[in-house]
């Protein structure tokens, strides 16, 4: 059975800090996908990026970036930088190969507060 | 529309009483899912929807639980004489395609008192 561990419970950061997020997943499948959602307080999940299994390419989008290593099973997101608009929960997720209903398991999700 | 819209936002209720929470997805998305937070949780999947497909019901957490999706669009979510361990946030989230970023809806925060 799929599993997602975020072990880190809360966060907090003085703006401008870099600050990593961990993510770490097990899986039997060798076809899956790796998520990071984010929950602001205002309480709708954004979506913030997909990775498939097939792809280990480091990827950056402004302040973020996403480092995905499968010799160590981990999807870690650091934003760089933070902001007080960074405040919010993450969460990281894993979709299955298709065929079991591609539901997205949870992480328990990181709150990261970032402070003025 | 234009996101997954859900309906109430808030819902106060007493113990025993049945609720219906609605989504209405994003047209055009095959796949509709919902999922349940509660306080301090993380997300637990409840019901999967899949076209003209039979639901995957494996997440419901027992039978008071059901869940229904008309004409391959807007699903309800039942919950029969509610428990207040039932109080939690229930999202919906649509996707046009199983590997796609699932749109999530704002979501129904369920109080049972």
């Known amino acids: 059975a799929q599993k997602v561990t975020q072990a880190q419970t809360e966060i907090s950061v003085v703006e401008k800090e870099d600050v990593t997020l961990d993510c770490v997943y097990e899986t039997r499948d060798t076809t899956y996908y790796l998520f990071w959602y984010k929950q602001p307080p205002s309480g709708e999940l954004v979506f913030l990026i997909r990775?498939?299994?097939?792809?280990?390419q480091n990827e950056i989008s402004g302040r973020y970036s996403w480092n995905f290593q499968k010799s160590t099973s981990s999807f870690n997101f650091t934003i760089t930088a933070s902001q007080v608009v960074d405040s919010a929960v993450y969460f990281c997720?894993?979709?299955?190969?298709?065929?079991?209903?591609?539901?997205?398991?949870f992480g328990e999700g990181t709150q990261l507060t970032v402070n003025p | 529309g234009a996101g997954v819209s859900q309906s109430p936002s808030n819902k106060v209720t007493e113990k025993g009483k049945d609720v219906e929470l609605r989504c209405d997805p994003i047209?055009?998305?095959?796949?509709l899912y919902w999922y349940r937070q509660s306080l301090g949780q993380g997300l637990e999947f409840l019901i999967y929807f899949q076209g003209n497909s039979a639901p995957d019901k494996s997440g419901l957490p027992s039978d008071r639980f059901s869940a229904e999706r008309t004409g391959g669009s807007v699903s309800t979510l039942t919950i029969q004489r509610t428990q207040q361990e039932d109080s939690a946030v229930y999202l919906c989230?649509?996707?046009?395609?199983?590997?796609?970023?699932?749109?999530f809806g704002s979501g129904t925060r369920l109080t049972v008192v």
């Open positions: 047209s055009g998305h095959t796949a």
């Open positions: 997720a894993l979709s299955e190969d298709e065929t079991s209903g591609s539901r997205l398991t």
């Open positions: 990775r498939n299994s097939f792809d280990e």
């Open positions: 989230a649509s996707t046009r395609q199983w590997d796609y970023g699932y749109t």
